[in-house]
Protein backbone atom coordinates (compact mmCIF):
# COMPACT_ATOMS: atom_id res chain seq x y z
CA UNK A 1 0.00 0.00 0.00
CA UNK A 2 0.96 3.63 -0.49
CA UNK A 3 0.08 6.21 1.90
CA UNK A 4 0.46 10.25 1.26
CA UNK A 5 1.10 12.06 4.42
CA UNK A 6 -0.21 16.04 3.73
CA UNK A 7 0.25 18.59 6.61
CA UNK A 8 0.19 22.35 6.92
CA UNK A 9 2.67 24.09 9.31
CA UNK A 10 3.30 27.39 10.75
CA UNK A 11 5.82 27.20 12.89
CA UNK A 12 7.01 23.85 12.68
CA UNK A 13 5.62 21.75 15.09
CA UNK A 14 3.10 19.58 12.87
CA UNK A 15 5.79 19.35 10.38
CA UNK A 16 7.63 17.47 13.12
CA UNK A 17 4.60 15.41 13.80
CA UNK A 18 4.03 14.40 9.81
CA UNK A 19 7.82 13.84 9.84
CA UNK A 20 8.12 10.86 12.81
CA UNK A 21 4.36 9.69 11.59
CA UNK A 22 5.78 9.33 7.75
CA UNK A 23 8.62 7.79 9.12
CA UNK A 24 7.02 4.50 11.31
CA UNK A 25 3.93 4.62 8.94
CA UNK A 26 7.30 3.80 5.76
CA UNK A 27 7.64 0.63 8.62
CA UNK A 28 4.72 -0.60 6.80
CA UNK A 29 3.74 0.86 3.35
CA UNK A 30 5.43 3.54 1.21
CA UNK A 31 5.25 6.86 1.95
CA UNK A 32 5.07 10.44 0.67
CA UNK A 33 5.39 13.04 2.78
CA UNK A 34 4.00 16.86 1.43
CA UNK A 35 3.60 20.39 1.96
CA UNK A 36 -0.14 21.53 1.38
CA UNK A 37 1.16 23.73 -0.74
CA UNK A 38 2.84 21.09 -2.94
CA UNK A 39 0.05 18.08 -2.43
CA UNK A 40 -1.36 17.24 -5.52
CA UNK A 41 -5.25 17.67 -5.37
CA UNK A 42 -6.13 14.46 -7.63
CA UNK A 43 -5.39 11.70 -5.04
CA UNK A 44 -3.35 8.91 -7.49
CA UNK A 45 -5.41 5.82 -7.35
CA UNK A 46 -2.20 3.88 -6.00
CA UNK A 47 -2.66 5.70 -3.03
CA UNK A 48 -4.69 3.62 -0.52
CA UNK A 49 -4.31 5.97 2.46
CA UNK A 50 -4.32 9.63 3.52
CA UNK A 51 -3.34 11.17 6.41
CA UNK A 52 -3.90 14.61 6.99
CA UNK A 53 -2.12 16.96 9.63
CA UNK A 54 -2.80 20.53 10.67
CA UNK A 55 -2.63 23.35 13.71
CA UNK A 56 -5.57 23.38 15.71
CA UNK A 57 -6.74 27.83 14.95
CA UNK A 58 -9.74 28.83 16.42
CA UNK A 59 -10.91 25.49 16.90
CA UNK A 60 -11.13 24.55 13.91
CA UNK A 61 -8.65 24.44 10.40
CA UNK A 62 -6.50 27.46 9.89
CA UNK A 63 -7.96 30.16 7.87
CA UNK A 64 -6.18 32.97 5.82
CA UNK A 65 -6.82 35.34 8.31
CA UNK A 66 -5.46 32.94 10.95
CA UNK A 67 -2.51 32.36 8.94
CA UNK A 68 -1.39 35.80 8.74
CA UNK A 69 -1.89 36.35 12.56
CA UNK A 70 0.30 33.38 12.69
CA UNK A 71 2.93 35.37 10.31
CA UNK A 72 3.01 38.21 12.97
CA UNK A 73 4.20 36.05 16.07
CA UNK A 74 7.17 35.14 14.55
CA UNK A 75 10.15 37.13 12.71
CA UNK A 76 10.45 33.84 11.10
CA UNK A 77 9.06 32.57 7.56
CA UNK A 78 6.01 30.31 8.20
CA UNK A 79 6.25 26.46 6.59
CA UNK A 80 3.84 26.62 5.30
CA UNK A 81 3.14 30.06 3.16
CA UNK A 82 0.56 29.28 0.62
CA UNK A 83 -3.09 27.11 1.21
CA UNK A 84 -3.71 25.02 4.05
CA UNK A 85 -5.88 22.17 4.53
CA UNK A 86 -9.00 23.70 4.65
CA UNK A 87 -8.15 24.67 0.75
CA UNK A 88 -6.47 21.17 0.14
CA UNK A 89 -9.64 19.38 0.69
CA UNK A 90 -12.19 21.63 -1.56
CA UNK A 91 -10.19 21.09 -4.60
CA UNK A 92 -8.53 17.04 -3.48
CA UNK A 93 -10.50 14.85 -6.03
CA UNK A 94 -9.52 10.76 -4.54
CA UNK A 95 -11.28 7.68 -5.93
CA UNK A 96 -14.53 7.06 -3.43
CA UNK A 97 -13.49 4.70 -0.51
CA UNK A 98 -10.28 5.76 -0.33
CA UNK A 99 -8.87 5.41 3.45
CA UNK A 100 -8.17 8.67 5.27
CA UNK A 101 -7.34 9.83 9.08
CA UNK A 102 -6.54 13.17 10.37
CA UNK A 103 -4.06 14.71 13.53
CA UNK A 104 -3.51 18.25 14.50
CA UNK A 105 -1.15 20.03 16.81
CA UNK A 106 -2.43 22.27 19.32
CA UNK A 107 -1.86 23.69 22.92
CA UNK A 108 -5.58 23.36 24.60
CA UNK A 109 -7.56 20.38 25.51
CA UNK A 110 -10.72 22.57 24.74
CA UNK A 111 -13.14 20.65 22.13
CA UNK A 112 -12.77 21.88 19.01
CA UNK A 113 -9.95 20.82 16.55
CA UNK A 114 -8.54 20.92 13.59
CA UNK A 115 -8.57 17.33 13.31
CA UNK A 116 -12.39 16.90 14.18
CA UNK A 117 -13.10 19.34 11.43
CA UNK A 118 -10.60 18.06 8.56
CA UNK A 119 -11.72 14.29 9.43
CA UNK A 120 -15.49 15.38 8.92
CA UNK A 121 -14.47 17.24 5.79
CA UNK A 122 -12.69 13.92 4.46
CA UNK A 123 -15.82 11.61 5.73
CA UNK A 124 -18.08 14.10 3.55
CA UNK A 125 -15.94 13.84 0.53
CA UNK A 126 -16.37 10.37 0.49
CA UNK A 127 -13.25 8.96 2.05
CA UNK A 128 -13.59 6.00 4.56
CA UNK A 129 -11.96 7.27 8.13
CA UNK A 130 -10.08 4.71 9.47
CA UNK A 131 -8.79 6.43 12.75
CA UNK A 132 -10.63 8.55 15.60
CA UNK A 133 -9.11 12.12 15.12
CA UNK A 134 -6.17 12.38 17.18
CA UNK A 135 -4.25 15.62 18.98
CA UNK A 136 -0.45 16.21 19.35
CA UNK A 137 -0.32 18.95 22.32
CA UNK A 138 2.66 21.84 21.64
CA UNK A 139 4.11 23.79 25.25
CA UNK A 140 3.12 27.16 23.83
CA UNK A 141 1.49 28.92 20.34
CA UNK A 142 4.85 28.78 18.46
CA UNK A 143 6.17 25.40 20.14
CA UNK A 144 7.82 23.18 21.05
CA UNK A 145 5.79 20.38 21.58
CA UNK A 146 4.93 18.63 24.95
CA UNK A 147 7.70 15.94 25.83
CA UNK A 148 6.48 12.79 24.96
CA UNK A 149 4.35 13.70 22.15
CA UNK A 150 6.13 11.80 19.11
CA UNK A 151 6.44 8.57 21.34
CA UNK A 152 2.34 9.18 20.63
CA UNK A 153 2.41 9.93 16.92
CA UNK A 154 4.77 6.60 16.54
CA UNK A 155 2.05 4.33 18.57
CA UNK A 156 -0.72 6.51 16.11
CA UNK A 157 1.17 5.38 13.14
CA UNK A 158 1.23 1.63 13.77
CA UNK A 159 -2.36 1.76 14.72
CA UNK A 160 -3.32 3.53 11.50
CA UNK A 161 -1.16 1.16 9.44
CA UNK A 162 -2.69 -1.94 11.13
CA UNK A 163 -6.18 -0.16 10.46
CA UNK A 164 -5.62 0.19 6.78
CA UNK A 165 -4.08 -3.16 5.86
CA UNK A 166 -7.46 -4.54 7.71
CA UNK A 167 -9.67 -1.37 5.73
CA UNK A 168 -10.55 -2.51 1.95
CA UNK A 169 -9.79 0.61 -0.42
CA UNK A 170 -12.03 1.61 -3.50
CA UNK A 171 -10.20 -1.15 -5.43
CA UNK A 172 -11.79 -3.87 -3.07
CA UNK A 173 -15.38 -2.21 -3.33
C1 LIG B 1 -4.06 32.21 15.05
C2 LIG B 1 -3.90 31.04 15.97
C3 LIG B 1 -5.03 30.47 16.57
C4 LIG B 1 -4.90 29.37 17.44
N1 LIG B 1 -6.02 28.80 17.99
C5 LIG B 1 -5.89 27.70 18.78
C6 LIG B 1 -7.04 27.04 19.32
O1 LIG B 1 -8.18 27.41 19.08
N2 LIG B 1 -6.85 25.96 20.14
C7 LIG B 1 -5.60 25.48 20.42
O2 LIG B 1 -5.51 24.49 21.15
N3 LIG B 1 -4.49 26.06 19.91
C8 LIG B 1 -4.59 27.15 19.10
N4 LIG B 1 -3.48 27.75 18.57
C9 LIG B 1 -2.16 27.15 18.83
C10 LIG B 1 -1.75 26.27 17.65
O3 LIG B 1 -2.50 25.09 17.64
C11 LIG B 1 -0.24 26.03 17.65
O4 LIG B 1 0.34 27.24 17.28
C12 LIG B 1 0.15 24.93 16.68
O5 LIG B 1 -0.15 23.68 17.23
C13 LIG B 1 1.62 24.98 16.33
O6 LIG B 1 1.81 24.14 15.22
P1 LIG B 1 2.67 24.63 13.98
O7 LIG B 1 4.03 24.95 14.50
O8 LIG B 1 2.72 23.45 13.06
O9 LIG B 1 1.99 25.79 13.36
C14 LIG B 1 -3.60 28.84 17.71
C15 LIG B 1 -2.49 29.41 17.08
C16 LIG B 1 -2.62 30.49 16.21
C17 LIG B 1 -1.40 31.04 15.54
Same mark, same amino acid.
Given at each position: ??? *????? $???????? +???? !???????????? !????????????????? +??????? &????? $????????????????? +?? @???????? !??????????????????? $?????????? *??????? $????????????? +???????????????????? @??????? &?????????
Amino acid at each position: MRA *AVIYE $SMFGNTRT +VAEA !LSEELAKHMEVE !LYEAGEAPASIDASIGL +VVLGAPT &HGFTL $SRPSSRQEAAGMTPDEL +VS @TGIGVREW !LEAAKAAPGTRAAAFDTRI $SHVPGSAARA *ATRRLRR $SGFAIIARPASFM +VEKTLGPLVPGQLDRVRSWA @TAIAAAA &HSTSGPAEG
